[in-house]
Structures are given as C-alpha cells and as structure tokens.
C-alpha cells in the first residue's frame, strides 16, 4: 500500500522553519564562565536556562519506557504535544481532523484555537472503536486522527490490532493517546513507531506517576516528528524546577500503588454494581469507572453535598446518566461507597 512519508503531511511552512537557536544550542560545554545568555550570574538554583533538549530526562526516560532518546519529545503535559500536532501538520482552515467521540476534550478544544475542522465520530456498541467509519470520515485534508486508549471517560482499551490497521489505512498522523496505560496491564503501542511512523503515542507523567502538578507529558514518535515538534516548541518548555523534582521522583516506583488501585478498581466496581439505582458500571482499563444511575444529577448533588466530587458526564453524547468516578485510596474510595448507600437507602424511602 502507498504510504505518506512525513516530509508530506507536515506543514510546507513548519518543513522550511529555520528554528530559534538559543544559547545552549550555540555552546554546549558544561564549565565555563557563562556570559552568552544574559542569566543572572547570582547563583540560586534556579539563575540560569534550563537545558532545551532536556538530555538527561530524557536519558532516564528512554531507559523506562525502553525508547530511544531521539524518539522522545517532552511537552508542558500532554497538552502541548496534542497543541503541537495541530501547529505542525494542520493547515487552519483547510485542513481537518478525526476523532472518536466521546473522548478527551482536549482535542477538540485544540483544533477549534487552531482553526481545523474536528470530525467526531461516535464510538459503536458497548464503545467499541469505530474502525470504518473513522476512515470514512477521511478525506484528502484529514491531517490527523486521535484515538485514545484506554479512553477517557469511556475506560476502555481499544484492541491493538484495530489500532494498527487504522494507522495502516490512514495517510495522516494517527495520534495515540496512551495517558492510562500503566492501568491497563497492556503493551503500549510505542514498539510499532519503527514500522508505523505515522503514530504519535501520548504519555503522561500526570497519572499513574502521580506527578500532575509538575506538568511533563510525553510524545513517543518518529525522530523527524520529534525533531519537528522540538523545532516548533517553546524553547525551554520543561522548566528548572520541574526537570529536577520529575528526575527525584522517577526513581520511586509507582508500582505499588498502580497495582492497588487496578485492585480498588475491580473492588469499588463490584461494590457499584450491587446498588439498586446503578444500570451499569463499565469495564475500565484506566483509573476510573464510568457509572450509569438512575439519575446522574441526583447522585453528583448528594455526593457534592458529602463534600465528594465526581465527574458528571450526563450532558455528555453517548455518557447520558453517567458519572466518572476516580479511583481514589481505600479510604476515599470507602467514603464515596458510604455516601452512595446513603442515596440508596434515601431514594428506597420515596
Ligand atoms: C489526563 C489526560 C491526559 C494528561 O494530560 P497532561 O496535560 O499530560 O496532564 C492526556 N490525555 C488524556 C486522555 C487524559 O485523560
């Protein structure tokens, strides 16, 4: 089959960028008497410009997630690499991208600051992945797809050989958004960027590595999609403080704590299912479960008035009377159970 190659789908302006050389690009030793950045020469820690390419991150990372370095591309959390993925590949007003619905705002709310057309696609039965429709949605300005999986608020994984046709059939960048995997206990797709360059994989440090705040989101990809994107980025876009704590934090194991709440997970849904006013507790892969009751407000409201907060995703396409519930610790998880025998126990009454 013909394939695209990058160089084609990639903007003509984004291709022929000459990009911002900064002072560490132009003089890479590490000692020195530095006066080439006009830094502060105060020394605080936090005085000079963080490394740009962000070397030694990225060293630690590709040793974790078994990728190449130059495979890698660190943005200010997810987020800016599904900014990126418009800037870099979509012609505004021209050009257009898909997406399974319902999925992660944030793509929609990216292509529409970017001006490119979202082309949202429903998610079948039971939210099954959509293969044909998603590629007859496709047309000759269809620049990129976005697939997430485990998807967000639906929960589930979507099977891997689905995902590889997509990215098979489709001539633009097939964006994979893999922010739940650690939950899943799957492979992720980052093995098939050497056969399929047209993925992009999305992780992020903001869940399962319990580092939201920090803001570290990773673009796994082909080196000229990474190199590309590092062109286009903020210069220093991972700030001082956040690659030294990231760095610290990375060598703490998460695996504990991903392994308890995979357990909370299956107990909390168990528990969900047995209540009279829940219709249904979906399958989850992700670290949180996509609940229908009987009246989704009703809940949020006695929840809220708990002092506990869910997400309510009843004006949701295809989420009607479903809250999202995140997997909390044992003991949150037990105050949420709590409250929600009392709702059963108060709506029994009337
Ligand atoms: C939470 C989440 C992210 C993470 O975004 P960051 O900007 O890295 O915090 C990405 N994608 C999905 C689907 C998410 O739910």
């Given at each position: 089959?013909?394939?695209?190659n990058?160089?084609?789908?990639v903007?003509?302006?984004?291709?022929?960028?000459?990009p911002?050389s900064?002072?560490?690009?132009e003089?890479?030793?590490?000692?020195?008497?530095?006066l080439?950045a006009n830094e502060s020469?105060?020394?605080n820690?936090?005085n000079?410009y963080?490394?740009?390419?962000q070397?030694?991150?990225?060293?630690?990372?590709?040793?974790?997630?078994?990728?190449n370095?130059e495979?890698?591309?660190?943005?200010?959390?997810?987020d800016?690499?599904?900014?990126?993925?418009?800037?870099?590949?979509?012609?505004?007003?021209?050009?257009?991208?898909?997406?399974?619905?319902?999925?992660?705002?944030?793509?929609k709310?990216?292509a529409?600051?970017?001006?490119?057309?979202?082309?949202?696609?429903q998610?079948?039965?039971?939210?099954?992945l959509?293969?044909?429709e998603?590629?007859?949605?496709?047309?000759?300005?269809?620049?990129l797809?976005?697939?997430?999986?485990?998807?967000?608020?639906?929960?589930n994984l979507?099977?891997r050989?689905?995902?590889?046709?997509?990215?098979?059939?489709f001539?633009?960048?097939?964006?994979v958004d893999?922010?739940?995997?650690?939950?899943?206990?799957?492979?992720?797709?980052?093995?098939?960027?050497?056969?399929h360059?047209?993925?992009?994989?999305?992780q992020?440090?903001?869940?399962?590595?319990?580092?939201?705040?920090?803001r570290?989101?990773l673009?796994l990809?082909?080196?000229r999609v990474?190199?590309?994107?590092?062109q286009?980025k903020?210069?220093?876009?991972?700030?001082q403080?956040?690659?030294?704590?990231v760095?610290?934090?990375?060598?703490e194991?998460?695996?504990?704590?991903?392994?308890?709440?995979?357990?909370e997970?299956?107990e909390v849904?168990?528990?969900?299912?047995n209540?009279?006013f829940?219709?249904?507790?979906?399958?989850s892969d992700a670290n949180?479960?996509l609940?229908?009751v009987?009246?989704?407000?009703a809940?949020?409201?006695h929840?809220?008035?708990?002092?506990?907060?869910?997400?309510?995703?009843?004006?949701?396409?295809?989420c009607e009377g479903?809250l999202?519930?995140t997997?909390?610790?044992?003991?949150e998880?037990?105050?949420?159970?709590?409250?929600?025998?009392a709702?059963?126990?108060?709506?029994?009454?009337?």
């Open positions: 089959m013909k394939k695209k990058i160089e084609s789908i903007r003509a302006n984004i291709a022929a960028l000459s911002y900064t002072a560490r690009d003089y890479q030793g590490e000692l020195g008497v530095f080439d020469p105060y020394e820690g936090y000079r963080p490394d740009p390419h070397k030694r991150l990225k060293a630690i990372l590709s040793e974790k997630k078994g990728v370095a495979n890698i591309f660190l943005g200010n959390g997810s800016e690499a599904i900014d990126l993925m418009f800037r870099l590949f979509c012609e505004p007003a021209e050009d257009n991208a898909v997406a399974i619905a319902p999925s992660y705002g944030m793509y709310v990216a529409a600051i970017n001006n490119v057309q979202m082309r949202e696609i998610l079948g039965e039971e939210f099954s959509p293969v044909e998603l590629l007859s949605a496709c047309d000759e300005h269809t620049k797809m976005f697939i997430c999986s485990p998807n967000n608020p639906t929960g979507f099977p050989e689905s995902i590889l046709h997509l990215a098979e059939e001539e633009g960048m097939l964006v893999e922010a739940y995997i650690d939950f899943a206990g799957a492979e992720s797709l980052v093995g098939a960027i050497a056969t360059p047209n993925i992009v994989v999305l992020t440090l903001s869940k399962a590595w319990a580092m939201a705040g920090l570290l989101g673009a990809a082909d080196k990474v190199e590309i994107m590092s286009v903020y210069p220093y876009n991972i700030n403080a956040a690659l030294q704590i760095e610290k934090l990375l060598s194991p998460i695996d504990d704590k991903v392994a308890e709440i995979v357990t997970r299956s849904a168990e528990k969900l299912c209540m009279s829940v219709d249904k507790v979906y399958p949180f479960l609940v229908r009987d009246d989704a407000d809940v949020y409201n929840l809220i008035a708990d002092g506990i907060i869910v997400r309510n995703r009843t004006r949701v396409q295809g479903c999202r519930i997997i909390g610790t044992p003991e998880n037990l105050k949420m159970l709590k409250s929600l025998e709702y059963e126990e108060k709506s029994a009454v009337c």
